[in-house]
């Protein structure tokens, strides 16, 4: 299970703390995720990371639905994002909304940052622990998220789609 | 567009004919490939290649159904199958029928030749030719097979998962 809560940042001064935490920068990504329309809590979704030349299809499942800090998560590399997304609308998935982001990604000792700049929204910092004990990674997502000057006033429990929908309608 | 006649063929034989015409032997396949279930003339799989540690997700669309030889093929190299497998599953589709071969794969003059041993159908002899004009396509598919000695009769116009259900409820 991927356990994630994401929080609103100061992009240069939260890289900075992180960098200061001693964690080992992992890559930059240029993003750009495909979300297709299917009912909540389920999402499809295709990633291009431009930069690195990679694709992936994602399924994911939402266990806390209005929380979402936790997934049930399936992942695979994909040899070319157009023609998966070609196969997605052949088998009659309509697409939804497209996110664009740059991704900077730290790790510390089994914890990853993923520090987004996401177009249209702003800086979110994403903390992340693979595990089955969901308090054990929530602890210590809090205790680098504490370590970091971030506090439950900083989280964003949203979905970047549901923000970007959320700022089309306003 | 995938232009392809299948041929029931005596395996050996028609290996022996094949490499006389000085065709290249590209490679080796042990294909283990799932169909899921969608409706005629759609069709969705997943393909392992057990012996290359490779696999592929497919959609096709059968341009002449019942004859079976035009297909608007779009394929993906995978990183995982069983977890393509699993999405698809997680997505609402159910898995229909397992087709298992070993497969040698010829090339002569932009045609591929694919020499197939079936697990519980015997053998078969695929010539493809990928082009838009599909007249043109026929006419170098039929030149090779007549000088493979193959004729009308010997053309098998099911497809493997058709043989192998008619199979099951004989």
Redesign the interface.
Known sequence: MEIEIKFRVNFEEIKRKIESLDAEFVREELQEDAYFY?PCP?Q?RVRKISNLNEAF?T?K?IKDPGRNEEFDE???????PD??M??LR??GFKEDVIVRKRRLVYRLEGVTFELNNVEGLGSFLDIEVISDDVKIAKEKIWNVANALGLSREDVEPRLYQELLKEKKTT
């Open positions: 299917i389920k499809l299809l399924y499942e399936i992942e695979i590399g994909v040899s070319d023609k998966v070609e196969i052949r088998l």
